[in-house]
């Protein structure tokens, strides 16, 4: 096959992201709720799965049809060219959900969509009673959304958040996608300082590195795409050296990471070396109120503790007015801090620029976006 309808799934209220990375990419975004569909080659799977810093996963869409009866949905399935995909020996496992749909059971809808491919494939094959699935992994996924069914491949594996550098982590990590997207929505670029004054593992300051320097988020992990016999290993291949050639590893960065926890800045030491990054980010044990410089046009993003625990409210006020206190002597940077606490601009002592509604899981959360001045063209 020599196109693909592709889908890229992202957590809501990021899609435009992903949106602009796909179209970076050189393919044309659909943007809807949650997903972002492109067409394109092998080469496409290949370099989305590299490039995509935002997106949950890549998959390939094999078909879409309306299916209000289980007759409907196993018939409509089986139409579908899946031994284009699926070789005699995939193991094909199938997932599903169901959201406002007349075929509300999901372990029936799964159930029949396996059974529905099973028998086009033994059928194409020429093969009687039950296929072995001892070869490749082609994870399915059978969704439907009002009554609208949409059957996919995961091309991906593991979550595209899995770079493979994090050695270790906090109590409550930030996804490296989420992290991605939060350096992405801010004014920073790669010339200016950038600081994340509770950096826990090192997650933010380590995905701006990579942002900063060009470098590809999947560069250093496998695909489960990259084991489909119908996937020449030349792709790949390819797709990495395209990514080498691109990265711009003499850029030059000033990036910091703190946090009052020593133990979280040895993790996001060893993080950082993991990423091959140990040498371009600098992390201090330091609290948010001891932060001074003189440096000008920063950035800074935090993503401090939330306190949905009643018994914490008092000291994350304080240190949300701590933030307040010490960045408004910072006039010329841009101040970009993700919470769920409400009564954050109050706390804070100012207002946002802007405010933007993200989910990190399923815990929805604001974006609160100081933006400082533009920083002047002949500023050295």
Known sequence: MDEFQLVATAASGLEAIVGKEVQRLGYTPQVENG????????????????????????????????????DDLFEKTKALPWED????????????????????????????????????????YRRSGRLMESGAL???????????????????????????????????????????????????????????????????PIEAAMI???????????????????????????????????????QKLDIMGADIDHKMIEIAKQNAIEAGLGDLISFKQMQVSDFTTEKEYGVIVANPPYGERLEDETSIKKLYQQMGEVYSTLPTWSVYVV?????????????????RKLYNGYLRTDYYQYWGPRKPRDYK
């Open 35 to 70: 997903k972002v569909f492109f067409k394109g080659d092998k080469m496409a799977i290949a370099r989305a799965n590299l490039w995509l810093r935002v997106a949950d996963r890549v998959k390939i869409v094999v078909g879409e049809f309306e299916a209000k009866t289980f």
């Open 85 to 124: 995909y699926l070789p005699l020996d995939a193991a094909f496992p199938v997932a599903g959900k169901s959201v406002k749909s007349t075929l509300y059971s999901v372990p029936d809808c799964q159930a029949l969509v396996k059974k529905a491919i099973v028998n086009r494939l033994s059928e194409k």
């Open 138 to 204: 082609f994870k399915i996924e059978v969704a439907l959304l009002k009554d609208r069914v949409t059957l996919t491949i995961d091309t991906s594996g593991a979550g595209l958040h899995k770079r493979g550098y994090r050695i270790d982590q906090g109590g409550a990590p930030l996804k490296e996608t989420m992290a991605a997207a939060l350096v992405l929505l801010t004014s920073w670029h790669p010339d200016r300082p950038f600081y994340d004054p509770v950096c826990g593992s090192g997650t933010i």
């Open 212 to 250: 900063g320097q060009n470098i590809a988020p999947g560069f250093n992990r496998e695909f489960v795409s990259e084991t489909w016999d119908w996937m020449p290993q030349r792709i790949f291949e390819e797709a990495r050296q395209e990514a080498e050639g691109l990265a711009n590893y003499e």
């Open 339 to 355: 919470t769920s606490y409400e009564a954050f601009e109050e706390a804070y002592g100012k207002k946002a620029t802007k405010k």
